[in-house]
């Protein structure tokens, strides 16, 4: 059975990568009002505090960068980024919660935007208020609705915005959910598309690990979807496919690893056992990085064993 499907992760990977087409594609308005030439800058330190002080249940922040204006209003401003995957009850407190303590700690005031990427039709938070003794609070937040962008899949695999190829996905994410088939056929076609956009290497590699962190699949069809990218590369004479499978293998391994050795890991080992599982790693992956050499040697007998049969079955 396919891994639940994530959002958080590989749009906040897709967001670092690509922030200037984020907001042209999300807020074009505010986009038009940075001076992207002055570059810009993420600020993760103060994303761990706020995270830490603030009591909102299930809490995170997606991004917060410094801009700057093109008007020279100010010399730089803060943007505060949230992409929420679910309809949250709690999501407008939560945006209201780190907006003032974003401005607390930094004495500026920030703007806080909302990517609202789940399903629900009814659900569109876009302010937070409360009232006592005639004093008011009333804070409101533009948030973009993927469900509302009036653009067809076909449409959005066109438009020359990698982000609008973010929000096919998501569209495709959400309308194959307990259908494999269509999914694999879905994710097939917009892996398609990264080929066909004349990218370099490295920009292909990472926007692949953002679709494939999005559309989960089950084994089978997982392994059929390597076979398709292997025959387009083919095609497009492009090879891109051994890195792809480097990054993988070395993924499994050092989860493979680290879940063994969190289990315990006592004094000792077996030389016989640890030769057992290099040879298998070797014939299924090549030779090994170092650190998974160092931890197969920190190892003991039982850790080598449950490695081994993991890699027998993998």
């Not at 004495?107 to 990517?115: F, H, Y």
């Not at 409360?130 to 609070?137: L, N, S």
């Not at 937040?141 to 609008?164: C, Q, T, W």
């Not at 493979?256 to 969190?262: H, P, T």
Request: aromatic share 12%; charged share 35%; net charge negative.
């Amino acid at each position: 059975m396919a891994a639940p499907d994530e959002y958080d992760s590989p749009w906040k990977e897709a967001i670092e990568g690509a922030f200037p087409e984020f907001m042209e594609f999300f807020f074009p308005d505010i986009a038009a009002q940075i001076d992207w030439r002055r570059g810009y800058q993420f600020l993760e330190q103060g994303l761990r505090q706020i995270v830490r002080d603030a009591d909102t249940g299930k809490r995170h922040v997606d991004k917060l960068a410094k801009v700057h204006r093109l008007d020279g209003a100010e010399d730089f401003v803060y943007i505060h980024l949230e992409v929420q995957g679910d309809d949250e009850t709690a999501f407008g407190r939560r945006m209201f919660t780190y907006n003032y303590r974003l401005f607390d700690r930094y004495g500026r005031p920030i703007a806080s935007l909302a990517v609202l990427a789940d399903d629900s039709p009814r659900w569109r938070p876009a302010e937070y208020g409360h009232e006592i003794f005639g004093c008011r609070h009333r804070f409101e937040f533009p948030a973009v609705k993927l469900l509302d962008i009036g653009i067809s899949v076909d449409e959005l695999m066109a438009h020359p915005n990698p982000f609008a190829w973010i929000v096919a996905a998501h569209r495709q994410t959400c309308g194959t959910r307990g259908d494999p088939e269509r999914r694999y056929e879905a994710k097939r076609a917009l892996v398609r598309w990264l080929y066909r956009k004349g990218w370099d290497r490295q920009r292909i590699l990472d926007w692949f690990a953002i679709l494939d962190w999005m559309m989960r699949l089950p084994k089978d069809l997982d392994r059929r979807l390597w076979q398709e990218i292997n025959s387009i590369e083919e095609e497009q004479r492009m090879r891109y496919v051994t890195s792809f499978e480097r990054f993988y293998q070395e993924e499994w391994m050092e989860k493979g690893l680290k879940e063994g050795m969190e289990k315990g890991r006592t004094l000792g080992r077996r030389q016989g056992e640890s030769d057992m599982l290099r040879k298998q790693l070797k014939l299924r992956f090549g030779a090994l990085p170092p650190h998974i050499e160092q931890r197969i040697d920190m190892a003991d007998e039982a850790e080598l064993e449950r490695w081994s049969a993991g890699a027998r079955g993998c």
